[in-house]
């Protein structure tokens, strides 16, 4: 299985950023999607995750309403839209799949597969 995260770079304040994670060896429709993020001295985090097969999507609470989760399953890949991004947004980004239907974002130490992430920073 394999997981390979895209996408990151540099953007400016209030500026948008659309991540990709592209699976391959991965039970795609039976794998819940999770995107962490983890920034310099701080613990990884949850930002988003589609839970499947019921598609339930979860955010946390710092980037519901600016960012955006989706699947697409004829690419088996997944997209995380970032808009209106904010210097605290700034991390490496993380893909990674939990054969397991989520009902919130899960702790990394539930992780199947992880991608090797994409750095994201944001200018002031």
């Known amino acids: 299985v394999q997981l390979v995260e895209s996408g990151g770079g540099l953007a400016q304040t209030g500026g948008s950023l659309k991540l990709s994670c592209v699976t391959s060896g991965l039970a795609f429709r039976d794998a819940s999607i999770v995107w962490f993020r983890q920034a310099p001295g701080k613990e990884r985090e949850g930002v988003s995750c589609v839970s499947a097969p019921d598609l339930n999507q979860y955010y946390t609470d710092s980037v519901r309403g600016r960012f955006f989760i989706s699947k697409d399953y004829g690419e088996e890949t997944s997209y995380l839209q970032m808009n209106r991004l904010k210097p605290e947004d700034a991390a490496v980004y993380y893909c990674?799949?939990?054969?397991?239907?989520?009902?919130?974002?899960?702790?990394?130490?539930?992780?199947?597969?992880w991608g090797k992430g994409t750095l994201v920073t944001v200018s002031s």
């Open positions: 990674a799949a939990i054969y397991k239907t989520l009902s919130g974002l899960p702790h990394p130490s539930e992780v199947h597969f």
